[in-house]
Each structure stands twice: as C-alpha cells, then as structure tokens.
C-alpha cells in the first residue's frame, strides 16, 4: 500500500474510542501526615511507607525491626540533607534534560489528580447494581478457550457451531490438533479489564455457555467455554464487609473510567492532527528496527534516547547521523501549528511515549506509533486544563515532585563528594565500603550541619508497620512507570540522636 494514499490524519477524539478502559484507580488521597521536616523539604508518613515498600531495599534495612526501620528514616533524611547541601543551582538542576523529566514527572501526577477530581471524586455506584454483582463475585470460573487469527475464521468456527450443531470441544480438538484445551480461571480479584468484568460477573452464566468472540490486543479473537465454577462461600462480618468494598470499587472505578473518558473527548472536541507522510514515514524507518530488533528490550531500546532515560540500553551510534537529517522537517501539524521533528523529541523529554499495545509485529509499527503520538497530544491539552485548576500546586503532586527532585540531586551530589573524596571505585559494586568510609561520616556532619532544621514526629513513626518483603511497583500505561525512585543507599545509621521531636497539634 503506498504511503501517499494513506488517510494522513484523525480527529484525536475519535483516536480516543477505546482507550480508557486500561484506566486505574488511583491510591485513595489521604491528608499527608509529616513524618519529618528537614528545612523546608518534608517527608510524609505515606511517602516513607512508600519508598520503604515499593522498591528493593539493600540488605543492611530489609527487616521489619525496629533498627532497620531507623536506618530507612535516616537514609530518607539523608537524600533530603544532600538535596539540600546540594543547593538550588547545581549543575543537575540547570541541565534542561533533567528539568523536563521532572516537569513530565509532575505532570503525570498532575493528570492523575485530574482523574480522581474530575472524575473518580464524583461518582458512586447504584445500591441495586451493587447487590446484583455481590451475588456473583464469589465465583471462580474455569474456562476453555481458543485463539482465532482473524474475523473469517471466527466466522467459520461460529457457522459449524451454530449451524451445522459441531461442539466446542470437536472444533477446539481439531483446530489444535491436540485432545487437551486451553483453560484457565477467572477471578473477581483478578485484574480485569471492564470488558472481562462485564462479561463474567453482570449477570449469572450457564455451564457450557459460550462467550465471544472477544477482540484481543493483536487483532486475534478468543472464544471461551464455560466450563464449570466454584462459589467461595464468605460468613464472617469482616470477610462480607471487605467483599462488599471491592464490589464497589470496581463499580466506581467503572464509572469514573467512563466519565473521565467523556470529559477529555469534550476537551479534545475538534482538534486536529496532520501528518506529514514523507516525514513520518521516514521517522519510523528510523525507529522501528530499535523498536522490534527484540520483544524483550524493545521499550527499553526507546526509552534510552528517545523516549527518556529510566532504562539504559545502547543502541545503534547511526541514530544520531539518522535523526540529525530530519530534526527541522514538519512531523505533524496540530491544529494548524507544526511541529518539526525536533519539537517532538523535546516533547518526549517531558512525556516518553506510551504504545497501546504491548505486542505487535512491525507492519503495525506505523499504526501504533501513530496512536501513542496522539495520546502525547492529548495529555498536553489535560495538562492545559490541570494546571488551569491549580493541580500543580495540590500537595500530594508538590510532594510526589519533589520526591523525585530530591532523590536524583541528591545521586547526583552524593557522587559529586564521593570524587571529591576521593573514591573511585564502582558504587554499585562496593557502595558498603562507600558508606563506611566516606557517607556515614558525610551524612553525620550534616546532620549536625542542618540539626536545628531537622524535626521528627516520633509519635507517627513508631506506629509504622513494615514487611520484609522485596517488592518492585510499576504503574501501567503511563510515560513514567516506575512509581517511586529507587531506594537511597546512603547510610547505615541506626540512631536518630539529631534534630527535635515534631510537636504535632
């Protein structure tokens, strides 16, 4: 098919038809508790649970005592105190680079807070619908399903089963070539989609029931069997109760889903996005070998130097002398501006791009690319609208800012004192030896340094619970997946014998 005749743009709210059904709920937005307050940097009791729990800890503050629990207060003071000693116009801070990752890093939180105002704030399941799904989500199903290429093939298989009375397993068994089916069970607590949600647990399903077909990521259709289930039978209050709360959750998510998707097709209402072919075209010839030379590091390929700079994967030294050619060609015009190529790997530094699909041959590449340049475009437009209503300033978007902010200048200055000191070893591989010869001492005198602007509110702190358990969080469907940065290797401190207990009103 030759590019030229190919339709060259779309209206972005029709582009949006399908997309939200991926949308999560976000955390519940509790007041944010102060643990500790070093100057005018604080630390939140929930941010400290966070960093604590959703990133790997070093073996030195992996438990759940006490000591450990110091030593993860002291360390999270400890990034703070480098943020701090660091100063406003160190050399990260005034890299352009570092500055759009921090803005796109706000302006996600920014775009979830919009979410959950706009739209998960103001909904709230029906009683009765409530009622009629608590029914159901004490089953489990067993499923058999198939994997069918495409439409005429769906077709076919539901013409033998229709018409011609040929049942699941004959048909499954022949087009497998095996006399074993593929099954699996379905679970209200699984992560389903709002379209697997529906289909198991609006309304009551019969034995042998047959669901489908169901349209997956790769274009590919699934037919399913209902095979049988099992009711998980709940008595006690608190098992009822907490049953209950899912069963609204996942109704108000719903709800908030489709109310968030109307309200930003109203806020994309007319604009327009324009290709240019040429340019487009030879962009991709560009990017997608990167993209599909594995399925395993074909994210991380991009992310390296186009996307952004969370993962590090070399690629091929020919990108630069490739891209430099088309950085002042027009790339697309958005509602009559346009935009070079150039404008739209500045854009990235604040906004990596996110591809609907996970898996997709490279014929599709065009397509997809296409799509995840829209969503771009349309987050700018809600971070329009976000920063009109002041999200920007909402604490928990301030704070999650600075969170990031602080623990990249503080990396960054931590290694700037270590070449200063003198170390010059790998810190990956001997960051035990750093610590005990050089950031104990440093992170000593600087608690001193900064003694006076250094408050704890003991009281919170010794109600925190933690595990011992290694975790590593990562959101979906967003430019920045990774929830909270890594933890601060920087101490081993046991003691908090600095700075005054918070007085708490």
């Known amino acids: 098919m030759r590019r030229e005749g190919r339709k060259a743009y779309a209206l972005l709210s029709v582009i949006l038809v399908g997309l939200f059904s991926c949308v999560k709920k976000p955390s519940e937005i509790p007041p944010e508790e102060i643990l500790a307050r070093i100057g005018d940097k604080t630390i939140s009791v929930d941010e400290f649970i966070r960093r604590a ?40 801070v005034k890299n352009e680079e570092f500055r759009n ?49 495409d439409e005429n093939s769906v077709a076919a298989f539901l013409k033998l089963y229709n018409q011609d009375g040929i049942s699941f397993d004959s048909l499954a068994i022949d087009l497998l070539g095996d006399s074993i089916i593929p099954e699996r069970q379905i679970n209200f607590d699984d992560d389903l989609s709002n379209e697997f949600f529906d289909i198991f647990y609006s309304k009551p399903l019969e034995k042998d029931q047959l669901i489908g077909p169901v ?90 130097k186009f996307w952004g700079k969370e993962l590090e994967v070399d690629l091929d030294t020919s990108y630069d002398q490739s891209i430099e050619s088309l950085r002042q060609k027009q790339l697309f015009t958005l509602n009559g501006v346009v935009w070079t190529v150039g404008d739209f790997e500045k854009a990235l530094q604040s906004h990596p791009l996110v591809f609907r699909k996970r898996q997709f041959s490279r014929e599709e590449f065009p ?25 920007d300033k909402v604490t928990s978007v301030k704070n999650y800012e600075n969170m990031w902010n602080d623990n990249l200048v503080s ?31 440093y992170i000593d005198s600087l608690q001193q340094k900064y003694n006076d602007l250094i408050e704890i509110n003991i009281d919170a702190f010794e109600k925190i619970e933690l595990t011992n358990i290694d975790m590593f ?15 601060p290797v920087l101490t081993t401190d046991n003691k908090l014998d600095y700075g005054r207990k918070m007085e708490v009103k």
Not at 418 to 440: P, V
Not at 474 to 487: C, E, H, S, T
């Open 215 to 304: 349209k997956n990521e790769d274009n590919s259709y699934l037919i399913m069997k209902v095979a049988g289930w099992k009711t998980s039978i709940i008595i006690s209050d608190k098992e009822i109760k907490k049953r209950w709360n899912d069963v609204r959750d996942k109704l108000k998510n719903i709800a908030a889903n489709h109310l968030y998707a109307r309200q930003v097709s109203e806020l994309m209402k007319g604009r327009r996005l324009k290709f240019n072919e040429d340019t487009f075209y030879q962009l991709t010839d560009i990017l997608a070998p990167l993209y599909m030379k594995s399925m395993q590091d074909k994210k991380e390929a991009l992310n390296q």
């Open 411 to 441: 990396i960054y200055w931590r290694n700037e004192y270590l070449n200063r000191a003198g170390f010059q070893e790998n810190f990956g591989n001997n960051y035990m030896k750093a610590i005990e010869n050089y950031l104990n001492p």
């Open 101 to 149: 990752y921090i803005r796109g890093r706000k302006e996600q939180a920014m775009r979830q807070y919009f979410y959950y105002d706009r739209a998960y704030n103001k909904v709230e399941p029906d009683t009765a619908d409530l009622k009629g799904i608590y029914k159901l989500v004490g089953r489990s199903y067993k499923i058999q399903y198939l994997r069918l290429p």
């Open 367 to 391: 397509e997809q690319f296409k799509l995840a340049i829209a969503d771009l475009v349309r987050n700018r437009y809600i971070n329009q609208e976000a920063y009109k209503s002041g999200y």
């Open 473 to 487: 969080v990562l959101q979906r469907n967003v430019p920045y997946p990774i929830v909270v940065p890594g933890f």
């Open 53 to 92: 729990e959703y990133t790997i800890r070093p073996a030195y503050c992996k438990q759940d005592n006490y000591i450990h629990k110091k030593i993860i207060l002291n360390s999270l003071i400890a990034e703070k105190l480098l943020a701090l000693e660091a100063g406003l116009e160190n050399g990260l």
